[in-house]
């Protein structure tokens, strides 16, 4: 069974910084990677999915990229309404999630 | 505007049932496969099964075999979660979810609000 390994668990940084989430496959994944967005007290939110493609209303600043084993998740320019945890997970028949990075605002 | 309400919160005794309801609205229901995806307390994210647009297939989680039965009602666009023996384990949000790909890809882009399962003597 797939494992996702997600780092850093926390991440910490001001307004308009630039944060990179990173999500490591313990094997190759190909492309079949997606990334949800969880604010606190909501349901999760579809970001991205297949690596890289953003799912319909997600801002531009949400960018993703990988394959095989790595994945990042970028956030161009932190805004205080991002702060969530992130969740990577794998498009595939058990649906592995990571176990999550925090973003906080600084 | 794809919506997914939920049931509400529960509290359950342990080894009992629980029945949580997700009721669709805005999209096409009787195409799109629905998952359940559940999380414990401070915990992440874990996905329990998927059932497909007819109702007449299911897959869950291996953890979950045994004591989970998902069903759907397309006259009525609701999708049903039922778990039993129920353990203080089984605490947790419990979230419906659309799957992306008519043809059912793992992938969830749209989410019910969740409920709560308390399972407390």
């Known amino acids: 069974e797939i494992e996702l390994t997600q780092s850093p668990a926390t991440l910490s940084l001001s307004p308009g910084e630039r944060a990179t989430l990173s999500c490591r496959a313990s094997?190759?994944?190909?492309?079949?990677l997606a990334w949800y967005q969880q604010k606190p007290g909501q349901a999760p939110r579809l970001l991205i999915y297949?690596?890289?493609n953003r799912a319909t209303g997600i801002p531009a600043r949400f960018s993703a990229s990988g394959s095989g084993t790595d994945f990042t998740l970028t956030i161009t320019s932190l805004e205080p309404e991002d702060v969530a945890v992130y969740y990577c997970?794998?498009?595939?028949?058990?649906?592995?999630f990571g176990q999550g990075t925090k973003v906080e605002i600084k | 505007q794809v919506q997914l309400v939920q049931s509400g919160a529960e509290v359950k005794k342990p080894g009992a049932s629980v029945r949580v309801s997700c009721k669709a609205s805005?999209?096409?229901?009787?195409?799109?496969?629905m998952h359940w995806v559940r999380q414990a307390p401070g915990q992440g994210l874990e996905w329990m099964g998927i059932?497909?647009?007819?109702?007449?297939?299911?897959t869950y989680a291996q953890m979950f075999h045994g004591r989970v039965t998902m069903t759907r009602d397309t006259s009525t666009s609701t999708v049903y979660l039922d778990l039993g023996s129920l353990t203080s384990e089984d605490t947790a949000m419990y979230f419906c979810?659309?799957?992306?790909?008519?043809?059912?890809?793992?992938?969830?882009?749209?989410w019910g609000q969740g409920t709560l399962v308390t399972v407390s003597s």
């Open positions: 297949d690596a890289s």
């Open positions: 059932i497909n647009p007819r109702g007449d297939a299911t």
């Open positions: 979810a659309r799957d992306i790909a008519p043809s059912g890809s793992w992938v969830f882009d749209s």
């Open positions: 997970q794998q498009r595939s028949t058990w649906a592995p």
């Open positions: 805005g999209h096409t229901f009787s195409n799109s496969y």
């Open positions: 094997q190759s994944v190909s492309s079949y």
